[in-house]
């Protein structure tokens, strides 16, 4: 477990709040995350994820509590704490006029790293072909490989990727998860942020949903789905004439409505789904069929942004 | 110092791409070319030489051009990368903020030493070499390179505190060229309507002397103007130059104060800037 010094965390904050100009944007945020773990932010626009990470990264102070990073406050952080750390901003931006190649090893030149590391992170990136050519002709998931290399430039124990998919098409988006997993089966910590539930399913060992500046629930997705308690949608088809006689068993278990003379539609929570299912196979004959819908990420991702109460 | 040197290199290397350093190179080479062959024309009376001649001329010139290059080297600087995007990516890298503007004021020197060195500098020896012109007054022409440097050290310092300061590169282009306006036109226009409005000499030509040393590129005249006595002559500034009683160093002295006043003033702003 966590030794004297928080070794095996890499990202603490406490109780911190952000204001710009009067307004606050982050509040009261408290996040923990443990080494190795990819961590993803889910939160809308201006939900406060940028500014979070702006935080993290030492970019920006907060106005009130505290932030560590690799043990570290990143504000005041040594050379060789940053070293440790990739970031890839939000719609990255690089010098027009340079070549891939040259913008990756000034990168690289910046952060210690030896040059002829370059080639190797530009294949593994997809790069290679286009490493001669200027920046500027590069395409916007180019664009998006090319930051993605140089924050995995010096093999970083922590990267930061803000919002590393936006703008890409399913095909390049599902190749950079790829890329970023493989990253963290070598033990890198990783915090993303993303608008979708959808995209990361798979992709994050816990998640963060942001609003308004307030991290309104953190865990396993499995966790958040038990934490929304959005219904189950089951939809079953009935033999003939057995429909009253089913909808009368059923009724109690949840909210049900018939389809048309030969469906049923019943909506029942995950704590009465076991039930449900025993009574329907008590049924017999009677059930032709079943359909069990679960409820869809971005029902849950709704749930949270429309219900979930600031702490 | 390792990160300064990468980017003063990456800066440097910008100003090769994009053509900066060719373009200040034949701008400075040409007009110093030009001046110093039409110089010998003037000099044939006086007891100067050419390179003497053309310090005056090539004075006179820089004065307006070396400010101008500089304040475009220098205007984009820092609001042109938070504006692309460049600048927050830069500073989560192993960098200081100081260093940052470290960085690329070396790099932006090192274009205008190579402009001035290979301009002025070749045009000088071109003349020397192939016009048949003597090499009298040299160390005159390499003191009018030197603080021309300097001059452009002041306006890149100057620029840099006026991008820190806006938050558009429209705004900083704007704001550059009222500088330049102001210290390089429009305050000796107003020394020069003072001394005509004062017919009864109430301004003495202390406080007017003075008042010179408020504007770098007057500070700028003086030095090359008054440092060497055939200079002075050619110019006919000899008695202005006795009279004004200001020594090298406290010249000299004041052009350094001009680069590092707006300089630390740039690295301390920038540095309590929030991202």
Same mark, same amino acid.
């Given at each position: 477990m966590a030794e004297a010094g928080g070794t095996q965390t890499a990202i603490e904050l406490a109780g911190v709040s952000k204001h710009y100009a009067g307004k606050a944007v982050v509040r009261g945020v408290d996040l923990s995350v443990r080494r190795g773990e990819r961590m993803v932010l889910i939160g809308h626009n201006g939900a406060g994820k940028t500014t979070l990470m702006k935080l993290m990264l030492g970019l920006t102070h907060p106005s009130r509590g505290s932030v560590r990073v690799l043990d570290a /406050?990143?504000?005041t952080a040594a050379a060789a704490q940053r070293r440790a750390i990739g970031y890839l901003p939000e719609s990255v931006a690089f010098h027009g006029a340079m070549k891939g190649r040259e913008v990756l090893a000034f990168y690289a030149r910046l952060k210690g790293v030896p040059v002829r590391e370059c080639a190797g992170i530009l294949e593994r990136v997809g790069l290679?072909?286009?490493a001669g050519r200027r920046v500027s002709t590069y395409s916007k998931g180019m664009r998006q490989r090319l930051g993605l290399a140089q924050a995995m430039l010096g093999q970083p124990r922590l990267l930061?990727? /803000?919002?590393?998919?936006?703008?890409?098409?399913?095909?390049?988006?599902r190749q950079f998860y790829d890329l970023i997993d493989s990253l963290s089966l070598s033990g890198t910590t990783s915090l993303t942020s993303s608008h979708s539930l959808n995209e990361v399913e798979g992709r994050a060992d816990r998640i963060a949903i942001m609003k308004n500046g307030v991290i309104v629930a953190c865990g396993t997705l499995s966790a958040l789905m038990r934490q929304a308690g959005l219904p189950i949608m089951v939809r079953l088809r009935i033999a003939d004439g057995h429909t009253a006689r089913v909808a009368e068993q059923l009724a109690p278990l949840g909210e049900l409505r018939r389809v048309n003379d030969h469906g049923v539609e019943l909506s029942c929570l995950g704590t009465t789904k076991m039930i449900l299912f025993r009574r329907i196979s008590e049924l017999g004959e009677a059930v032709e069929d079943m359909d069990v819908m679960p409820p869809r990420l971005d029902d849950i991702y709704n749930h949270y942004m429309e219900n979930a109460q600031p702490q | 110092m390792r990160a300064i040197a990468i980017l003063a290199a990456n800066e440097f290397l910008d100003g090769l791409r994009n053509r900066w350093v060719a373009a200040a190179i034949v701008l400075l080479g040409a007009t110093a070319l030009a001046l110093l062959l039409v110089g010998s024309a003037p000099a044939g009376a006086t007891r100067a030489s050419a390179l003497d001649v053309s310090v005056v001329s090539l004075t006179s010139l820089s004065v307006y051009l070396l400010p101008l290059i500089a304040l475009l080297l220098a205007f984009d600087a820092l609001v042109g990368e938070f504006e692309r995007g460049t600048m927050l990516l830069l500073l989560t890298y192993p960098v200081a903020r100081w260093q940052v503007v470290a960085g690329k004021f070396c790099g932006h020197m090192l274009i205008l030493f190579t402009?001035?060195?290979v301009g002025y500098g070749g045009a000088?020896?071109?003349?020397?070499?192939?016009?048949?012109?003597?090499?009298?007054g040299w160390q005159a022409y390499l003191t009018m390179m030197g603080s021309s440097l300097l001059l452009g050290a002041v306006f890149v310092a100057l620029g840099y505190?006026?991008?820190?300061?806006?938050?558009?590169?429209?705004?900083?282009a704007g704001a550059a060229i009222v500088l330049w306006l102001i210290f390089v036109v429009l305050y000796d226009l107003g020394l020069l309507g003072?001394?005509?409005a004062d017919h009864e000499q109430r301004i003495g030509q202390g406080l007017f002397s003075i008042l010179m040393l408020f504007s770098p590129s007057d500070t700028y005249r003086l030095l090359n103007l008054t440092a060497f006595e055939a200079v002075s002559q050619a110019a006919g500034l000899a008695g202005v130059a006795a009279r004004a009683g200001f020594g090298i160093p406290l010249l000299l002295g004041l052009m350094f104060l001009w680069v590092l006043a707006p300089l630390g003033a740039t690295m301390a702003i920038f540095h309590r800037r929030e991202l």
């Open positions: /406050d990143p504000a290679e072909q286009a930061f990727l /803000d919002e590393p998919t936006s703008g890409l098409d399913p095909t390049l988006r | 402009a001035v060195l000088a020896l071109g003349t020397v070499l192939f016009a048949g012109q003597g090499v009298l505190l006026v991008s820190v300061l806006v938050r558009e590169r429209s705004t900083a003072l001394l005509l």
